[in-house]
Nanobody
Framework: QVQLVESGGGSVQPGGSLRLSCAASGSTFSTEAMGWFRQAPGREREFVATISWIGGSTYYADSVKGRFTISRDYDRKILFLQMNSLKPEDTAVYYC????????????????????WGQGTQVTVSS
């Protein structure tokens, strides 16, 4: 019984910052990688960032590169997304996701690679 719970969403002005967290629970939880996706109204869900759990290698969508930083607390099983220089186009529901242990992990850019998903947290960037 794996659960992913996002937190840290809210409303912020353009240029501001937010830090999202995703806490994983479940006595048997383990993962190869975790990632963030987002979905804006009228748009399909898109990849934001991913991180390999052990090695910590990261990959970002071009739209957030240089502004967002994905990280994890390995021991506490928490995923983070530090979002700086936020733009109105960053407005979306942000979802965290995890690839279960022993699954193949290609790039982490594709929704189908992930096995577990959180319920999402709203991020709104407006003046």
């Amino acid at each position: 019984q794996v659960q992913l719970v996002e937190s840290g969403g809210g409303s912020v002005q353009p240029g501001g910052s937010l830090r999202l967290s995703c806490a994983a629970s479940g006595s048997t939880f383990s993962t190869e990688a975790m990632g963030w996706f987002r979905q804006a109204p009228g748009r399909e869900r898109e990849f934001v960032a991913t991180i390999s759990w052990i090695g910590g290698s990261t990959y970002y969508a071009d739209s957030v590169k240089g502004r967002f930083t994905i990280s994890r607390d390995y021991d506490r099983k928490i995923l983070f997304l530090q979002m700086n220089s936020l733009k109105p186009e960053d407005t979306a529901v942000y979802y965290c996701a995890a690839v279960k242990m022993y699954s193949d992990y290609r790039s982490g850019q594709n929704e189908y690679e992930y096995d577990y998903w959180g319920q999402g947290t709203q991020v709104t960037v407006s003046s």
